[in-house]
Antibody, heavy 121, light 109 residues
């Protein structure tokens, strides 16, 4: 059974940093592309970032480019999202999601339960 | 970036009725790379449909997807109580950014 468990969310001041983690199990983590998707309170879904199985290819939404860094540790079956220079508009539930498809034509076939990030003074 | 527009924003129906949700794209979605997700309050989204019309594992056959190009549809043939939720479409027909529609809420009438 595929399981994705996010952690690391919390309250942070504007301009601060936070690192999210996503522990994966139930599949061969090192061969699967992964992603982060966020949802602001009461709003829709927004794709944030994606990463290939090897970690060699990354993509970012324009809204987070230059501030967020996605990475993975395949020895620990864990995905990360380092978030710097946080803004109030980054407040959201952040979901870790497993990607499925081919050649970066990917959809999200499994999702974690999400972790809440609140950026506020 | 492909913009997806879902309609209607809210659909008020009774259990047993048929639900038809639409997703329109600002440009053609190649190879029908369109997915649908269901989200219930406080929970993560769940994959329903991929490739415009293929049901994900474990999804009941009352859910069906259709369409191509710029117009896509999710149909729920007979609404069950557990189907009242928000539904999102997502296109993946090009390299990122992948985009979602703004969602359609299916509520009990």
């Amino acid at each position: 059974e595929v399981q994705l468990l996010e952690s690391g969310g919390g309250l942070v001041q504007p301009g601060g940093s936070l690192r999210l983690s996503c522990a994966a199990s139930g599949f061969t983590f090192s061969t699967q592309a992964m992603s982060w998707v966020r949802q602001a309170p009461g709003k829709g879904l927004e794709w944030v970032s994606g990463l290939s199985g090897t970690g060699g290819t990354t993509y970012y939404a324009d809204s987070v480019k230059g501030r967020f860094t996605i990475s993975r540790d395949n020895s620990k079956n864990t995905l990360y999202l380092q978030m710097n220079s946080l803004r109030a508009e980054d407040t959201a539930v952040y979901y870790c999601a497993k990607l499925r498809g081919y050649n970066w034509n990917y959809y999200f076939d499994y999702w974690g339960q999400g972790t809440l990030v609140t950026v506020s003074s | 970036e492909i913009v997806l527009t879902q309609s209607p924003a809210t659909l008020s129906l009774s259990p047993g009725e048929r639900a038809t949700l639409s997703c329109g794209a600002s440009q053609s979605v190649s190879s029908s790379y369109l997915a649908w997700y269901q989200q219930k309050p406080g929970l993560a989204p769940r994959l329903l449909i991929y490739g415009a019309s293929s049901r994900a594992t474990g999804i009941p056959d009352r859910f069906s997807g259709s369409g191509s190009g710029t117009d896509f549809t999710l149909t729920i043939s007979r609404l069950e109580p557990e189907d009242f939720a928000v539904y999102y479409c997502q296109q993946y027909g090009s390299s990122p950014p992948w985009t979602f529609g703004q969602g359609t809420k299916v509520e009990i009438k």
